[in-house]
């Protein structure tokens, strides 16, 4: 089939003339691919109202690197992630296929995103993998994505057979409410045993800062809402959370290497659930 951008945004002749979130988020974490006066500009004022925004970024990418091990060694092969962003810049925090395929050479993975520069170098990273697949769209057209998505990926993902889903620092970046009504849909959608993993930015632990930190996205033209811990749980619907719960997303796992960084750390809260039988 062709498969259509599901609301990505087209390249435009300014795009490279405005801040973008993708690239910013890469430029936090150490990558040096895309990053233009704009971009820069913007992390320094970043940096400036939150110093440890760099280590908030890099906990997150850990966590992200984690989650994935940790659910593939809990036998899932079929991985949805959604708002991969660019490719990992340093070798010891690997992209998901190259985590999932040493234990789980058939397995599935689905990278979606809605920048287009991020997915091509995604894809051009990724070298043509067996089982990896990319695809472009907007949260709020996930609905849609998932109708395609078994087509898409030529039955590779299947739904008799359990997902897990990556939405790692995706949501507090589009405006609106049809996002939740696409995590709604979602987890319909997903069968039995699948695997829903969260992360969101929050001003719980430290609400002057992303206060600040809000203000500077809002100046540079990008939307940005970080969410009370009560808002974020209500996104995994009545799963039942994992592990140690909704927790700041160094304490997630027990084998972070920021587990004993303060709260604020983090930024930010994670959360994984698991569908059970019965619930939509």
Not at 30 to 37: L, V
Not at 66 to 71: D, E, F, P, Q, V
Not at 82 to 91: N, T, W
Not at 133 to 150: F, N, Q, S, W
């Amino acid at each position: 089939m062709t498969i259509p951008d599901y609301g990505a945004p087209p390249c435009d002749e300014h795009m490279f003339r405005r801040a973008s979130a993708s690239r910013i988020s890469h430029l936090l974490v150490g990558g040096d691919r895309d990053a233009y006066p704009a971009d820069t500009d913007l992390r320094d004022k970043l940096l400036d109202a939150f110093p440890r925004l760099e280590e908030a970024a890099r906990i997150g990418r850990i966590h992200r690197t984690l989650t994935a091990r940790h659910l593939a060694q809990h036998g899932y092969r079929q991985f949805l992630d959604l708002g991969c962003g660019y490719p990992a810049p340093y070798p010891n925090n690997p992209d998901i296929h190259h985590l999932i395929h040493p234990l789980h050479p058939g397995a599935t993975v689905v990278y979606v995103d809605a920048d287009r520069v991020a997915l091509a170098h995604a894809r051009a990273w990724a070298g043509g993998a067996a089982g990896v697949h990319h695809v472009l769209a907007d949260l709020r057209r996930l609905p849609d994505l998932l109708d395609d998505i078994e087509e898409i990926t030529g039955g590779t993902l299947r739904r008799d057979v359990p997902i897990a889903v990556l939405a790692h620092d995706v949501r507090p970046w589009i405006p609106g409410n049809a996002p939740d009504l696409a995590l709604t849909r979602l987890r319909t959608w997903l069968p039995a045993g699948s695997a829903l993993s969260i992360t969101h930015a929050t001003a719980d632990l430290g609400q002057e800062v992303m206060s600040k930190l809000t203000s500077a996205y809002e100046e540079a033209g990008i939307h940005y809402l970080p969410r009370p811990r009560t808002v974020i749980a209500d996104m995994f619907g009545e799963w039942p959370q994992q592990g140690p719960g909704l927790q700041p997303v160094a304490r997630w796992h027990t084998d972070h290497p920021d587990k004993a960084a303060p709260k604020l750390a983090s930024a930010a809260y994670a959360g994984i659930a698991v569908k059970p039988s019965g619930r939509p």
